[in-house]
């Protein structure tokens, strides 16, 4: 299965990441701790050469606390710094405060640091708070950050913020469902309703108690009849009485998405203990 996205501001942050570098001491990559492997960008080194990088886990809120600790000790073993953080209550920021003075230690005036990602990580969110002031426009849509920003954070640390970024093909079907489940792809760019018959197949094998519990349905049951029954016990119901499964698909990604189904993490750091199933082969056209 292959997604290509890759729409001309993406090419432009690359080349705007590469022509910046040189103005930067180290970079910050911020991910989405439910995800750390499928939005931690594949080719970065390659992207930033020589320079140190941080790896960030956002939205440590969401995910579950045990496998974002495994997390730490998997990039560790890397030779990766790593920490976890929440940006929505600043929890983790002393860490990256201590990382940052470190790393400030080198250099005899503010440390540089550039900000990338992939859409949707919580970019901003996380710039607001390291600023101490809405300086980067938030929000829950991908691709909301245009142009490059520096921003002073502190007196000994200054950044650049740059727009999402993704690669220009994402093959592995795991990796693109969970982009996609993270809100990391443009809704119009998906088929939004086989998208959450994925989601929706895997809360019933691993989280089938939240499901239950947040929309008030019984499983096991079909995808397919769960979709519909969302729909109906929220009262989305179209001409003839039929569910909305659009709008019930909608609805079930976007409070996943915000954590409204609880702290649930789609990948461990063992690949063959990925919470996606990876021998499901989906038709073409399947996702987009």
């Not at 501001?9 to 690359?14: D, E, G, L, N, Q």
């Not at 983790?92 to 400030?104: A, N, V, Y």
């Not at 079909?222 to 569910?243: C, H, T």
Request: glycine share 8%; proline share 5%.
């Amino acid at each position: 299965m292959q997604i290509n996205w890759y729409p001309g501001h993406m090419a432009k942050t690359r080349r705007m990441i590469k022509e910046n570098l040189k103005l930067v001491d180290v970079v910050l990559e911020i991910v989405d701790a439910r995800a750390p492997k499928s939005t931690h960008i594949p080719d970065i080194f390659e992207l930033i050469g020589s320079k140190k990088l941080i790896l960030i886990m956002n939205k440590a809120d969401l995910a579950e606390e045990k496998i974002t600790d495994l997390w730490g000790i998997y990039f560790a073993e890397k030779g990766l710094v790593s920490v976890s953080v929440n940006s929505r209550n600043k929890v983790g920021f002393k860490d990256l405060d201590e990382m940052i003075h470190d790393f400030s230690k080198e250099v005899k005036r503010p440390l540089r640091g550039m900000v990338v990602g992939v859409p949707n990580v919580g970019k901003s969110s996380f710039i607001n708070q390291i600023v101490g002031k809405k300086a980067a426009k938030t929000g829950n849509k991908p691709g909301i950050t245009r142009g490059k920003m520096w921003l002073k954070a502190t007196d000994k640390l200054e950044l650049l913020d740059t727009p999402g970024i993704l690669w220009p093909k994402i093959e592995q079907e795991s990796v693109g469902l969970k982009l996609a489940f993270l809100g990391c792809i443009k809704e119009e760019l998906l088929d939004v309703e086989r998208i959450s018959l994925k989601l929706i197949e895997f809360l019933v094998k691993k989280h089938p108690e939240r499901l239950a519990a947040r929309y008030k349905i019984e499983t096991p049951q079909s995808p397919v009849a769960i979709l519909e029954q969302i729909a109906k016990s929220r009262g989305f119901i179209i001409s003839g009485g039929r569910p909305d499964t659009l709008r019930a698909a909608k609805t079930l990604l976007k409070e996943f998405q915000d954590g409204k189904l609880g702290r649930i993490s789609l990948e461990k750091p063992a690949g063959d203990e990925d919470l996606i199933i990876e021998n499901e082969r989906m038709q073409k056209g399947d996702i987009i």
